[in-house]
């Protein structure tokens, strides 16, 4: 099946830092999301992005789907953006999955 | 517009007992997916319901069952606990089948199991 890989694994900024992140995933893919995961558990969805560039605020993605990456940038970091960011995937595959990353944990100090 | 709701928040159950989490889809919307998400790990993907038939299946026991009703909210049933199936379990809704279309997540339900 679809393999889904987020790098770096672990992040530690300092407030006012930028920093990119990852996605790679093995396959075509008929969607694909980046979430951050807060201290709650509740998932906050950043981008809906199965192609292209999208930008909100801080925060912004890249999705180059014939080379199976994502990028999510996060700008002028705040303590706020610390917690789980992961990607998540729509396998092609016919069981209508949804793939989530290995997940990246940051963490932002003030 | 209301989001997706789950309840209850917290439940403790022991080994072999049987659980009902319930789930309510953001307003308009008609699908409904279920995760299992382990502590450190990612959400993996239980099921998938639309228009109240199972439309998906991630590699789950069928002691994992669900249920969609017509107002587009569902139910995940677990039976026959195990330690393992300890875990923070996530609903998702989204609009039309498969896995085209945006997510979005209900604030879960931790299960522990003792």
């Known amino acids: 099946g679809i393999q889904v890989e987020q790098s770096p694994p672990d992040l530690i900024l300092q407030e006012g830092a930028n920093s990119t992140l990852r996605c790679n995933f093995s396959d075509s893919v008929n969607n694909l999301q980046w979430f951050h995961q807060n201290p709650w558990g509740q998932l906050i969805n950043l981008f809906y992005i199965p192609s292209g560039t999208k930008q909100n605020g801080r925060l912004s993605a890249t999705t180059v789907a014939t080379e199976r990456y994502s990028l999510l940038y996060i700008s002028s970091s705040q303590t706020t953006d610390s917690g789980v960011y992961f990607c998540?995937?729509?396998?092609?595959?016919?069981?209508?999955?949804?793939?989530f990353g290995t997940g990246t944990r940051l963490k932002v100090l003030a | 517009e209301t989001g997706v709701t789950q309840s209850p928040t917290h439940l403790i159950k022991t080994r072999g007992q049987q659980v009902t989490l319930r789930c309510s889809s953001q307003s308009g919307h008609n699908t409904v997916s279920w995760y299992q998400q382990a502590l450190g790990q990612g959400p993996q993907f239980i099921f998938q319901y639309y228009r109240e038939e199972e439309n998906g299946r991630g590699n789950f026991p069928p002691r994992f069952s669900g249920l969609q009703f017509p107002n587009y909210s569902s139910e995940l049933n677990v039976n026959a606990l195990e330690l393992d199936d300890s875990a923070l379990y996530l609903c998702?809704?989204?609009?039309?089948?498969?896995?085209?279309?945006?997510?979005?997540f209900g604030p879960g339900t931790r299960l522990t199991v003792l």
């Open positions: 998702a809704s989204s609009l039309g089948q498969g896995n085209y279309n945006e997510q979005f």
């Open positions: 998540a995937v729509g396998s092609t595959s016919g069981t209508y999955k949804y793939i």
